[in-house]
């Protein structure tokens, strides 16, 4: 059966005249909302997904999460499915929501609430694909270093010395995959959370990158301008930057596990190419902790193009 797909797994697709598409979600939007009771025409709305002041902990000390509002875990993986499919910039506040799903609390209650409450302003949008001139890899990778870290529950709870780290992948401009976690392991510096971060995120290119060459040595038509295909990422640390292009250990970083050095002869094979960009600049910023409204319509846009 042939045809314009306009459906497909509850995605809502649609094509405009300049040949770019829109995925939206309306029907997921509207359950999600119903469960939180925010269904309603009055019903408020917020401008980010997140309160910039508030750090997620495990909230111990505060009153359990009352099931008779909704069901966190159901919510939770509505979200989930959503930010995933075309809602990249609720990643980090609904991983951060759904970290606590074993023990709700209700701190992480209106932390959901608030989500619902992005969402009231936002139901109709969605991931615009619109590719650009330049069709090639770009993957955008950052770390926040420890930026979870809270003194009250430090001692109880260590994962709140982990580095959340996340990342993008473009293709001609559009993104195609993208995650926001906390790193597996505590990173002693900056200058090391960034350098995971990188090492994971590479970890997920290159098979994609190698693929695209394999395709284009075995004479399929792949759009890649370049004759080698090569994926530029955008690192803010220039410490970072700077161990991954020169493969030598410092007194600070050779304690840095050799795992995480995988990636340099793509490197220096010019696979891979390493570049500098400010931090009010970096996409992935939006993946690493809950942003003001300017950075994050800013990096919104980039990366959704709304």
Not at 36 to 50: I, M, Q, R, V, Y
Not at 109 to 135: C, F, H, N, Q, S
Not at 239 to 244: L, P
Not at 261 to 270: M, Q
């Amino acid at each position: 059966l042939e045809g314009t797909l306009c459906d497909y797994l509850g995605i809502l697709i649609k094509k405009d005249k300049e040949g770019g598409l829109t995925l939206t979600q309306p029907h997921l939007i509207a359950s999600i909302l119903k469960d939180l009771g925010l269904d309603k025409p009055n019903s408020n709305s917020k401008e980010t997904p997140a309160r910039t002041t508030k750090i997620i902990t495990p909230d111990q000390h505060e009153p359990p999460h009352e099931t008779c509002q909704f069901d966190y875990r159901s919510v939770i993986g509505k979200l989930n499915y959503l930010e995933k499919s075309t809602r990249p910039e609720l990643a980090a506040a609904v991983h951060q929501c759904a970290r606590f799903c074993s023990d709700p609390r209700q701190t992480h209650t209106e932390a959901v609430k608030r989500i619902g409450r992005y969402l009231v302003g936002t139901k109709d949008k969605g991931l615009v694909l619109k590719p650009g001139e330049t069709e090639s890899f770009e993957c955008w990778v950052d770390s926040s270093h420890a930026g979870e870290w809270n003194r009250e529950g430090a001692e109880h709870d260590p994962s709140t010395a982990r580095s959340r780290m996340g990342y993008v992948f473009m293709y001609a401009k559009c993104p195609i995959l993208w995650a926001s976690k906390m790193q597996t392991e505590i990173a002693l510096s900056t200058t090391e959370a960034e350098y995971i971060a990188l090492s994971m995120a590479v970890r997920e290119i290159i098979p994609l990158t190698l693929l695209f060459q394999e395709a284009k040595d075995r004479g399929i038509d792949v759009d890649v301008n370049k004759a080698i295909v090569r994926c530029k990422l955008f690192e803010d640390n220039r410490g970072a930057a700077e161990i991954a292009r020169v493969p030598k250990f410092r007194p600070r970083t050779k304690h840095i596990n050799l795992k995480y050095h995988h990636f340099r002869e793509h490197v220096k094979s010019g696979l891979l190419q390493i570049e500098d960009i400010a931090t009010e600049d970096q996409l992935a910023d939006i993946f690493t902790k809950p942003l003001g409204e300017v950075l994050f319509h800013k990096f919104r846009k980039g990366i959704l193009g709304w």
